[in-house]
């Protein structure tokens, strides 16, 4: 046997082998519940209490009978930005009584085709999130390409000329 067999085969050297191997694994698992704990956190949507109409030509009609202006919020079901909204920002109680009782909101799909391609046509609502203010004829008033965090979309129902809508 040569001096190089007999190091390799050494009885001490194999525990060095084993604990890089248990390093090895726990990193793997240490990522992998951090990727699931990820992937909870951009997927997970939880419900909201405002009165969203589904489609364009419906919540355009309810906000020409009540004269409230309208919220566009168009979004998509593989858009993370606009779940992270619906989850911060949408689910919050100040921002969904503000909304329910001024505004008639109206959540647009761009995923779903039919009425909604209208609005998207017409507002040229091409990325997601898009969030649009309009009057109750449906004049554009204010609108915000991407996501918004709740103080900033608060700060946008408080610029003078959405402010001027709902008083």
């Not at 046997?1 to 604990?19: Q, R």
């Not at 992270?84 to 909101?105: G, L």
């Not at 999130?129 to 009057?135: E, F, K, Y």
């Not at 554009?140 to 918004?148: F, L, Q």
Request: a negative charge.
């Amino acid at each position: 046997m040569n001096n190089t067999t007999a190091v390799l085969s050494h009885p001490e050297s194999k525990p060095a082998k084993g604990i890089l191997f248990r390093m090895w694994q726990a990193f793997w698992l240490a990522t992998l519940v951090l990727s699931l704990a990820y992937a909870w956190y951009c997927f997970y949507v939880p419900g909201n209490g405002i009165a969203w109409a589904d489609e364009f030509p419906s919540g355009q009609q309810q906000s020409v009978q009540s004269g409230k202006p309208m919220v566009l919020f168009f979004t998509g079901e593989w858009c993370v930005p606009c779940r992270i909204m619906k989850r911060t920002v949408w689910a919050d109680d100040e921002v969904e009584s503000i909304v329910n009782a001024s505004f008639t909101p109206v959540l647009i799909d761009m995923g779903k085709p039919g009425d909604s391609a209208e609005a998207i046509e017409r507002y040229r609502a091409h990325i997601t999130p898009t969030t649009i203010i309009t009057d109750a004829e449906g004049n554009v008033i204010e609108e915000v390409r991407g996501a918004m965090s709740k103080s900033e979309f608060l700060a946008l129902l408080k610029k003078p000329d959405v402010s001027r809508l709902v008083q």
